[in-house]
């Protein structure tokens, strides 16, 4: 049961003492070593130094003003709005779709698997203007909005779909293998004692599935957070309304606000932070205990 | 889709999941997508082939692709390295190395733009040695490339990190007994096992690069015909209120991208192709 469990999420083990035949000679091994060391230091280590030091340039005090100031807390509320709507969602989708692509047989499976998938094929620009394309004023609805004096585009609602779109897959594409792989036994035997659906669910599949739920609200949190060019393209960028932190962090730059951009920045990197520590904690579990 | 539901399957709630996922798939991805193709198709022969073939518009397509190719071979190779490293050597702090390469996946892509340009502008730490050398990057091709190569770092080394760690040992050790020495062993046994990751890492580097939109603007300078992105290039359009030319040019990528998708569908199919199942 748990090689079967398990088999869902990246998990890592430390490699054994190698036999002879798979070692690289020293001079290989170091090398490669230093080469790969210097690629992750130029390309990962190095910008996020440069965030926290450019966001620090002006001193403590300059900091903390630039991310409590009026325009920055409205960001940092919408994007916290945007992901309290996104992600139970996102959440309620990739149970569902586990659950009847796992749990049952029927045609056209497949398919549907692929079109689960499909957002991340789609360029962030791409997932903005279809929105704008149903719901902008030139859109499908957009002269029933306006009639009606609604708006989603340029407006809250837009950055909470184009949002969603992106998310989309994460929450789904973390629990199809990991159901599938699970099967159906446990639930056929709650049921076959007397349990009702939900009873099943609550009691049966979601302990068996929270770490890789965790593990697609993490991933999914995180996308929702920074999203940048689907929201870009669907909020119209009004200060203080429908602002969410990248955003923000667009405008203060273009405004050569350098140290206030990377100040709003930073918190998006520490997030990007906790994001990676939460994941490894999770891919690091030992086996037994989920 | 007809869904003929398992008569032998005792668990409740096919209908319930099923409709629910059919209908928000529905509501948030196939509606929306489907407005883009509707939208070009209602768009005339000359119209359409106007607004995807003009010269800006080409030229866009070169820096994009060119630089979505050039990034992915890079991250190929050096995607391959790290996973070798993280896979067969050890070294301290090497799961926070691990942990540090999904960076790209995790950091909002706008922090991830505004760092590099920071970095490689002619004043910015790594960008003030270049300079000297004549070397600039920022707002060059140069620097399209290395934003395209930060956010694709993590494909390659992620697709090829479990083959390689389910490597069987025997395989090499065959080639030793055999006279092998170790590079003969690495290039005719090792290579040819991990390619179909490696290539599948590649297209998913090169499908993501090819619609970055937030790690590029910043960087690119966004001088029409010369360091322009296909991305930018509609949110222009559509700032100009030409929604038909923003469309046609969405639907392209739309339709570059699925190759792709169906490309990495195939490819992951074939590396597949020895396992049992």
Redesign the interface.
Known sequence: MASATASAL?R????ES?????R??AW??WT??A???V??A???????V??FG?AFSKGLGYYLASVSEPDALSAIRLTLLTVAIVVP?NV??G???A???A??????KS??T??????F??????SG??????F?A???FGPWLIAHNVRIIFAVPGIV?AT??VT?PFVARELIPLMQAQG?DE??SA??LGA??WQ??WRVTLPNIRWGLFYGVI?CN?RA?????AV??VSGHIRGETNT???H??IL?NEYN?TA??AV?SL??L???A???L??AVE?RPMGGR | ??????SR??????G???G???A??GL??????S??FL?AAGMSVHDFVAAVASPRVMAAYRLSFGASLAAGFVNMV?GL??A????????PGK?I????????????????G???T??YSTN???GRWLAPLGLRVAFTWTGVFVAL??IG?PFVV?TV??VL?DLE?EV??A???LGAN?LQ?VTRILLPELMPSLLTGFALAF?RA?????SVV?ISGNMPMKTEI???L??TK?EQ?D?NG??AI?VV??VA??I??LLI?LLQKWSRRYQPI
């Not at chain 1, 890592?12 to 490699?15: I, L, N, S």
């Not at chain 1, 957070?225 to 060019?229: H, N």
């Open positions: 990246p890592r083990t430390e490699p190698l036999p002879r035949a798979t690289d000679p290989a091994r490669l070593t080469v790969a060391l690629f992750l130029f390309f990962l280590v190095l910008p996020l440069a965030v450019q969602a309620a989708f149970i569902a779709a659950w009847a692509i749990k049952f047989q029927f045609r056209g398919i549907l692929t079109l689960i998938d499909l957002p094929a789609v360029s962030p620009v791409t203007l279809i929105y704008v394309l149903v902008g030139q859109g499908w779909l969603a779109f989309f159906t639930e056929c049921v076959t009702n659906g099943t669910f991933l995180a957070m920074g999203e940048f060019g870009s393209v932190m990248p955003l962090v667009e730059y350098i951009a990377f920045a998006l990197a997030l990007a932070l994001t990676l520590v994941k490894s690091w | 889709m007809t869904a003929a539901r398992n399957s005792i668990l409740p709630g096919f319930l999941s099923l629910f996922t059919l928000y798939l948030i991805v196939l509606v929306p997508l407005a883009a939208r050096f390295i790290v070798w490293v993280l896979v067969r050597y050890s070294f799961r190395v691990d942990a540090l390469v999904d960076l790209p996946f995790a950091l909002p892509t706008a922090v991830a505004i760092a590099l920071s970095l910015g730490w790594v190569t930060f770092l992620r990190q479990p760690q040992p090499e050790e080639a030793s007994t170790r062993a499908a090819l619609g970055e939109y937030g910043f296909v991305p930018l509609i949110i559509l209120y929604y923003a469309t969405a990528m739309l991208s699925f792709l998708l569908n």
